[in-house]
């Protein structure tokens, strides 16, 4: 019996992915966008997206939860915090720092 090789597909790969890399690109420093505005629709799309990723230079910490908590904790607060990003509590204050469409 032969085995049938197809090659592997990285969800990276797809158009649909790129997308989503290129809206997280465009977050300026000072701003954050939520999952769901950089995949409408599909905000976990998102998350599997960045957690695949490997670009040095992509900007995730500017990516976080509707609510404004952080999936990344305290590193992720770090890098926002340097950017100047304000905080109510534990949260990214949404009002503030989420860049308008």
Not at 12 to 19: E, F, G, L, S, W
Not at 59 to 64: A, L, Y
Not at 81 to 101: C, K, N, Q, S, T
């Amino acid at each position: 019996m032969r085995t049938l090789r197809v090659p592997c597909l990285h969800v990276n790969d797809t158009p649909r992915a790129v997308a989503v890399l290129e809206r997280v690109r465009a977050i300026p420093p000072g701003f954050v966008r939520t999952y769901g505005d950089v995949s409408p629709g599909a905000p976990r799309f998102a998350g599997t997206v960045l957690s695949e990723t490997h670009a040095h230079d992509l900007p995730w910490h500017r990516v976080v939860r509707a609510d404004g908590s952080l999936a990344k904790g305290a590193r992720q607060r770090r890098l926002l915090e340097a950017e100047g990003i304000p905080f109510a509590g534990e949260r990214v204050d949404m009002r503030a720092a989420r860049l308008p469409d």
